[in-house]
């Protein structure tokens, strides 16, 4: 990464293969209170459904396969979804929908083969508990914040955090207590958080529970998690790490570990982000020994949907079969795919790609301050070709390339880039850093006493000095520049405003177009 300061450099040691045959004798795991059974009849692995035979290593995987087999000879439930599998009322809209109760698996399921797929999945990862979430790191970040302490406890948590998070705090009464990332000079783009301010924190907040780490970043940087282990565990508490963009990390040499192998107490990851899981599909995973599993039952139960959909459990199961079996060659092509691509980007003049240590090296983040080109313009060049990217403010974008990427597609899209670049191109500017990365919170009352504290609504230009009761974030990346119980600063207020005049969605707000703000009432702060 180029930056003013030295980098944070990580030794990744090589993660040991694992032979695996076909199928896995089955064992009964540690603490594993089901029965044992064998998956459904899995598909040749010549079936279409299931290209690289991933369903005999992959028991939801072959229930919903088998599932759909049952439904094609006849079958007609007498239970939800309401749809019945049938697509003569609102079309292939529902085609592929199955549910995990009445299809995966009966209606009075034990959770038997819900349960064997999370065992492998913990298996993998290391963990002691693995759950399964079709509602995204979101659910899974909201159940972790309610398993790690009591009302009124502080946490350390990353200001680079997702929404989820925060509402998450809100939930369990926890008291953030932030630390900010480190700001790379050159891109102005957030560099991973140092462990000595992390260290500082906690001296000067010994009451905290917990360090609550969002890593790596929306953009691809990321932290030393392996000395974070170590500051949180000397301190006496255990670490938490939302890893949503991480999925694949500890499954390629040329990549970090994933938080669980070095050193974490729980880790949340989106699969339907760098892995090809349907959206929603998230996975939580613990180990035991700071994190109690008698808790985080409940936690996670309680803001669990208990209709769970079939098609994105086994998505997830599939998802972690392929990395497997297949991630390492899958991802070491990712990787050379996405250096070319930066290569190609990086020769175009005024074009920063972020790259070199503490930067995953399977993301592409451009920055564009010294092309004088528009982000926001380019995005829409990149729509108008069928391109769509993650992320775009004034000076960055941001393309999220996964293992269903290929070469051609990445060719593509940096012609486009590139040909969109040639058409904006303007004087090179002064960059300004996004919104999200830079404002320092400025906390008045916890967010929980915020978020239900009484408020009014007042003219945009009257917020300053005035306490918020909302959380409003440029989306993307939807890190909030304020949380509810913060001050209303001029610095805050005018990145915000700044990035909604640059053509950015502010999210979450009541009045999307920031003339008016929700503040608490001044009886409720004094």
């Not at 929404?163 to 990332?181: D, F, I, K």
């Not at 958080?193 to 906690?202: D, G, K, N, Q």
């Not at 691809?220 to 938490?240: F, K, Q």
Request: net charge neutral.
């Amino acid at each position: 990464m180029n930056t003013a300061a030295a980098p944070i450099r990580i030794t990744v040691p090589r993660r040991r293969r694992r032979l695996v045959t076909f199928p896995r004798p089955r064992t009964r795991p540690s603490g594993y209170r089901g029965a044992v059974v064998d998956s459904p009849t899995a598909p040749a692995p010549t079936d279409v459904r299931d290209p690289l035979g991933l369903a005999p290593d992959a028991p939801l995987l072959a229930a919903y396969l088998a599932a759909l087999d049952r439904r094609a000879a006849g079958e007609h439930l007498f239970c939800t979804p309401g749809h019945k599998g049938s697509t003569a009322l609102t079309g292939s809209v529902v085609a592929g929908d199955v549910g995990v109760y009445g299809g995966l698996d009966t209606i009075k399921t034990a959770h038997v083969r819900v349960a064997e797929a999370e065992r492998r999945a913990a298996e993998l990862f290391g963990a002691d508990v693995c759950r399964f979430s079709v509602g995204g790191s979101t659910h899974c970040n909201q159940a972790l914040a309610l398993s790690l302490g009591e009302p009124g406890d502080e946490v350390v948590v990353s200001r680079t955090l997702h929404r989820s998070v925060l509402l998450g705090l809100v939930l369990a009464g926890l008291e953030p207590v932030w630390v900010t990332p480190e700001v790379d000079l050159a891109t102005g783009l957030p560099a991973g958080y140092a462990p000595e301010r992390v260290a500082a924190t906690l001296g000067e907040h010994p009451r905290a529970v917990a360090v609550f780490l969002s890593d790596p970043s929306y953009v691809g940087t990321y932290s030393d998690i392996r000395a974070h282990a170590n500051v949180a565990h000397d301190a006496g508490v255990p670490l938490v790490v939302d890893a949503a963009w991480a999925a694949h990390f500890g499954f390629h040499p040329a990549l970090p570990g994933h938080a669980l192998s070095l050193g974490a107490d729980a880790m949340v990851t989106s699969v339907h982000k760098t892995l090809p899981a349907y959206n929603q599909a998230a996975i939580l995973l613990v180990r035991s020994s700071r994190i109690a599993a008698a808790r985080l039952a409940p936690a996670f139960e309680a803001t669990h949907t208990t209709s769970p959909s079939g098609a994105i459990m086994a998505s997830i199961d599939a998802s972690r079969a392929l990395l497997e079996h297949h991630g390492e060659r899958l991802i070491g092509q990712l990787i050379t795919a996405v250096a070319g691509a930066r290569r190609r980007l990086a020769a175009i003049d005024g074009v920063r790609v972020l790259h070199g240590p503490g930067v995953d090296p399977a993301k592409l983040t451009v920055a564009l301050a010294g092309t004088g080109a528009h982000g926001v313009q380019i995005e829409s060049d990149l729509i108008a070709a069928g391109l769509p990217v993650e992320m775009a403010d004034r000076d960055t974008i941001v393309a999220v390339v996964t293992v269903a990427d290929d070469e051609s597609a990445l060719r593509r899209l940096t012609d486009a880039l590139a040909d969109s670049i040639a058409g904006r191109r303007g004087a090179p500017r002064t960059l300004a850093p996004t919104a999200a990365w830079i404002v320092e919170p400025s906390p008045v009352v916890g967010p929980r006493e915020a978020f239900f504290g009484r408020s009014e609504t007042v003219a945009i230009s009257d917020a300053v000095g005035r306490v918020s009761a909302e959380l409003i974030a440029p989306y993307p990346p939807g890190v909030p520049v304020l949380a509810p119980g913060e001050l209303v600063t001029e610095r805050a207020l005018g990145a915000l405003l700044a990035a909604r005049d640059d053509g950015v969605r502010i999210a979450y707000a009541r009045s999307p177009g920031l003339e008016t703000i929700d503040v608490l009432a001044r009886d409720v702060v004094s």
